[in-house]
């Protein structure tokens, strides 16, 4: 099957799978948008398009990839098992955007100044304190001022003013780009877009500084973007968007922006960057996509290809690695990874590495390979069993910290390894219970004979 290659193809898809649920009553976006999509956070929850909200007729869709059986829609796979290896198979095969002249973006066209009014788009309000509506899933594409590189970052983004936003611009490429224009006193052009392909979404996150991301997301879904040219700033967006916001972050202007309900699961407020907005462009219609910070979604958008992503760049690096998992309740800061050791010190090399090269990376464990990495439970078992804290620990003060970390000391954060693997002259010692592997195979043979004939019922006795 072919991937989707707009939001709208997608939204099919996930009706046909019967994966999207309509709302039909209206819904208000200040705090009921929100917690629709918490309440519906849950089990196997669908995705929901609210087809009435309060004060609008534009519709909001959201939960959009809230499971991993619609993370795995989206790349346009029917089951979760093949996801890892699509993921870097296709990521492995480079696929370049393309130049298109017009497309479904341009349906609508606002960028007479006095026409421009941010208010018009149905922006939730999430949480009860949050400093107004956020956007949450507003796409950021910019270009590098020195080099031309283009890319994508997620950033929030606060409506302040009809035609005037705030912009959290802490994580690279967009931040440095906003840097680098700033450095020569000139505004840096924006495109936010909202109600994209979930695979669009997903590469804006990825972390690359040096890629163009649109080019990532090209090859994630196998298939070039169509990109347009905007119309009042120097910048493609993708042409099959709901909604183009057209802006300039301002040179030398910072203002509060906040507080916000983050993905940290705490408010945070901050001195941020400003955007003056200059166009709004949109299907006739559109439909935006709404972001709760601390949903599934947020660590099934970061998680499968973060992991993927991190695998790959660690093993370049000549590290071992075997397998690892991001916890997805950390919020991107926990990883335990299993490692093959040849070396006593290979583990505390790892750690170094880690933590100090990856900055969201706060807390990282590092076990061995007979340990099962996305099992909490075993990873538990193995801290319990092979970690002396007077040896084990290591402790990494004074790092830059994480913006939103709301435990960060001033700029500045401490980061913790612990090498739960097992001191290599003692493997004997820690040799795992267990039946030999034949058995384990025919009992699980057995067991599968059982739960056929009796349905799902073990607990039958019959
Ligand atoms: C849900 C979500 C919200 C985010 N919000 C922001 C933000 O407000 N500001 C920011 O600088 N980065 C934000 N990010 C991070 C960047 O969009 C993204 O991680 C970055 O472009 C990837 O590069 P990095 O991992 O090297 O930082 C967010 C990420 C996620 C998953």
Redesign the pocket.
């Known amino acids: 099957m072919a991937p989707s290659k707009d939001l709208r193809h997608f939204l099919d898809l996930l009706r046909k799978n019967g994966e999207l649920l309509s709302v039909g009553e209206e819904v208000d976006p200040r705090f009921e948008v929100c917690e629709f999509l918490r309440q519906f956070d849950k089990g196997d929850g669908p995705a929901l398009l609210f087809e009435k909200v309060k004060g609008h007729s534009i519709r909001i869709v959201g939960n959009l990839v809230g499971t991993r059986k619609r993370l795995a829609l989206a790349f346009g796979l029917q089951s979760e098992e093949r996801l890892l290896e699509t993921y870097r198979r296709r990521r492995a095969r480079k696929i370049e955007p393309r130049r298109v002249r017009s497309g479904p973006v341009k349906q609508v066209v606002i960028k007479e100044k006095r026409r421009v009014d941010l208010n018009a788009l149905p922006i939730p309000v999430y949480h009860e304190a949050d400093g107004g509506p956020y956007i949450?899933c507003g796409i950021v594409t910019a270009k590098d001022p020195v080099s031309g590189l283009r890319s994508?970052?997620?950033?929030?983004l606060q409506i302040k003013e009809k035609r005037k936003m705030g912009?959290?611009?802490?994580?690279?490429?967009?931040?440095r780009f906003a840097e680098e224009a700033e450095r020569n006193g000139k505004p840096l052009d924006i495109a936010i877009s909202l109600g994209v392909h979930p695979i669009i979404l997903l590469a804006?996150?990825?972390?690359?500084?040096r890629e163009d991301k649109v080019a990532i997301a090209s090859s994630l879904l196998g298939s070039p973007i169509s990109l347009v040219k905007c119309e009042t700033v120097d910048v493609e967006a993708p042409a099959h968007a709901e909604v183009v916001i057209e802006g300039k972050v301002l040179p030398n202007v910072r203002e509060l922006e906040g507080p916000f309900g983050e993905?940290s699961g705490y408010y945070f407020s901050d001195h941020s960057h400003v955007i003056e907005v200059t166009a709004i462009t949109s299907r006739k219609n559109p439909i935006i996509q709404a972001?709760h910070?601390t949903v599934r979604e947020?660590s099934l958008?970061?998680g499968p290809a973060g992991e993927a992503e991190m695998i790959q760049m660690l093993r370049e690096r000549g590290f071992a690695v075997q397998d690892l998992a991001i916890s997805q309740s950390s919020n991107?800061t926990h990883v335990t990874l299993s490692l093959r050791k040849s070396h006593e010190a290979d583990p505390r090399q790892l750690l170094h590495f880690l933590l100090s090269g990856v900055?969201?990376i706060k807390h990282a464990v590092v076990v061995d390979d007979d340990v099962n990495v996305h099992d909490p439970q075993d990873i538990e078992w193995a801290i319990a069993t092979r970690v002396q804290g007077d040896e084990d620990l290591l402790i990494i003060p004074n790092l830059r910290a994480r913006?939103i970390d709301p435990s960060k000391k001033g700029d500045f954060m401490t980061k913790v390894g612990l090498d739960a693997t097992v001191p290599m002259p003692l493997r004997e010692r820690f040799r795992r219970i267990s039946v030999p592997s034949e058995v384990r195979e025919k009992v699980a043979k057995m067991i599968l004979r059982l739960k056929e004939k009796t349905g799902s019922g073990y607990k039958r006795s019959d």
């Open positions: 949450t994508m970052g997620l950033h929030r912009i959290h611009l802490s994580n690279p490429p967009i931040a804006s996150i990825v972390s690359s500084a993905t972001l910070p947020v958008l970061g991107r900055p969201y913006s």
